[in-house]
């Protein structure tokens, strides 16, 4: 039976060992968004030595490109995109930079999944085509890095309950696998 | 000669495009609220509920459906005693899609292949439109519209069988498409699947089979119950809203065919995701 959580970043071990694949989290606090554009770059300055241009330690990234904001609006619709093209990228940041968390939808790979249970991460879903409710829980949003990248700039989000599915846990269990295996009618 | 101003066709497809990025065309919520009351599984149940209650937020603050607000493709009916005055066709559907795009605060989304630059900054906003035409008698024009999001249109497939492939091989290609595709394409899907011509009308014509409305039936009785098997089979592959396992990860399925080479079964995937934003109309 799948739990409900309130979790508030950066994330810690402890926030993140309770968590089981299909339980709900509602998460609020700062997350910074990155497609693979923004991940490559994030990638380039660690094999330069440099600082990022975020504290990566705890955070959660969302990835996302949204549409452009109405005026008065902090953010257009933002709803996630495919996470497999974060595959390659993913696990060095959790492993050397400590990321607790990415928000996504659909499968990653086998070096996500184990990142996740040796640094202790977690992969969220967020519902897919659902970018115009997800955006009413960003209260701000401001581009902090690469802004030439349009919709693909990092931004630091300011988030207020956003709704999540644990898809991969610390476990290397995962969802998709789980619940499809739990539905599906051989022929 | 009928003539048609080149400026009506701009501000109808800008038109379309906003309202059918911003409402969620009437089949498609048909169908997600027909899967909604029927899902067993609670985490799908929920997602579908999300996706209904997105529906609404969108229709009633004018907001795109999904970040996601595609490529725009047409299909263009043009009839041959039909005259457009003060500028080309291709170039008012192009006008149209750069003002929807822009002026509905949609997502600019077409980028160089290689370098991967977007395209707003150099030819204008989400262009070039994909569009393709087609001539026909009288003297209207018909313009198709969709907006195709990226995460479907990647576990898109084509494919050409062995003649002796037959049924059977179409059904299982199609059904190795939609499994292998999972939680990625956006579930509840719709499955556009073109069978037969040369290997690009295969893709074409699944292209053009999501532009039919969700919930009619084939007029062909072949397809017709081909598409019927389909729905079963790739229902039980349990992959459900999301791909978060459940009942409900097919819509439709769509099935358009043409006659092809002796030698050839060319077969063609194309899959929409659950927020199917497309629109039809005549000038």
């Known amino acids: 039976m799948s739990k409900t959580y309130h979790l508030t970043t950066p994330l810690s071990d402890e926030d993140v060992v309770q968590l ?11 997350i910074y968004t990155a497609r693979d554009a923004a991940h490559k770059k994030l990638i380039d300055l660690m094999d330069e030595g440099k600082e ?20 008065g609006d902090p953010i257009g619709s933002a709803g996630p995109t495919t996470s497999y093209r ?6 060095r940041l959790i492993n050397e930079m400590g990321q607790k968390g990415m928000i996504g939808k659909g ?3 086998q070096e996500v999944i184990d990142a996740c249970v040796k640094s202790k991460a977690i992969y969220f879903g967020a519902t897919g085509g659902a970018g115009a ?3 009413r829980q960003i209260k701000s949003a401001e581009v902090i890095a690469y802004p030439e990248l349009g919709p693909e700039a990092i931004r630091r989000l300011e988030v207020v309950d956003f709704p999540l599915t644990v898809v991969n846990d610390t ?7 789980i619940g499809r295996a739990k539905y599906e009618i051989k022929d | 000669m009928r003539e048609i101003k080149y400026e009506d066709i701009v501000k109808a497809v800008r038109d379309h495009i906003i309202y059918s990025g911003t409402n969620l065309s009437k089949d498609a919520l048909a169908a997600l609220n027909k899967a909604y009351e029927e899902e067993e599984s609670p985490v799908c149940k929920e997602v579908l509920k999300q996706l209904l209650e997105n529906a609404d937020i969108a229709a009633n603050e004018a907001r795109p459906l999904c970040q996601d607000t595609g490529l725009a493709v047409f299909f263009v009916k043009v009839g041959e005693d039909l005259k457009v005055i003060g500028g080309t066709l291709k170039d008012a559907i ?14 600019a989304s077409t980028c160089v292949w290689n370098t991967r630059a977007n395209l707003k900054d150099e030819i204008g906003y989400n262009l070039p439109a994909i569009i393709h035409f087609d001539l026909v008698a009288g003297d209207e024009l018909e313009i198709e519209y969709a907006a195709k999001g990226g995460g479907s249109e990647n576990v898109s497939r084509a494919t050409v069988l062995p003649p002796a492939a037959g049924r059977e091989g179409i059904v299982n290609f199609v059904k190795e498409v939609v499994s292998n595709a999972g939680p990625n394409p956006c579930p509840p899907i719709i499955v556009g699947v073109g ?13 053009h089979a999501l532009f039919r409305t969700v919930g009619t039936t084939n007029e062909d009785a072949t397809l017709e119950d081909m598409e019927e098997e389909l729905m079963l089979k790739l229902n039980n592959l349990g992959i459900g809203a999301m791909g978060m396992g459940g009942r409900e990860t097919v819509l439709g399925v769509h099935i358009e065919a043409n006659p092809c080479h002796i030698a050839s079964l060319p077969v063609s995937v194309n899959v929409q995701c659950h927020s199917s934003r497309h629109t039809s109309f005549k000038l």
């Open chain 1, 86 to 91: 974060m595959d390659s990228y993913s696990p």
């Open chain 1, 20 to 30: 089981k694949v299909g339980d709900i989290v509602y998460l609020s606090g700062i």
């Open chain 1, 52 to 71: 990022l241009p975020f504290d990566v330690k705890g955070s959660v990234i969302y990835f996302v490109g949204p549409t452009p904001p109405k005026p």
């Open chain 1, 171 to 177: 476990y290397g269990d995962d969802l998709y696998k």
């Open chain 1, 133 to 135: 409710l997800l955006a």
């Open chain 2, 195 to 207: 069978i037969g011509g040369t290997f690009e009308k295969a893709a074409i014509s699944s292209k």
């Open chain 2, 94 to 107: 192009n006008e149209g899609t750069r003002k929807g795009y822009e002026e509905g605060y949609f997502r």
């Open chain 1, 107 to 109: 499968k990653r790979n």
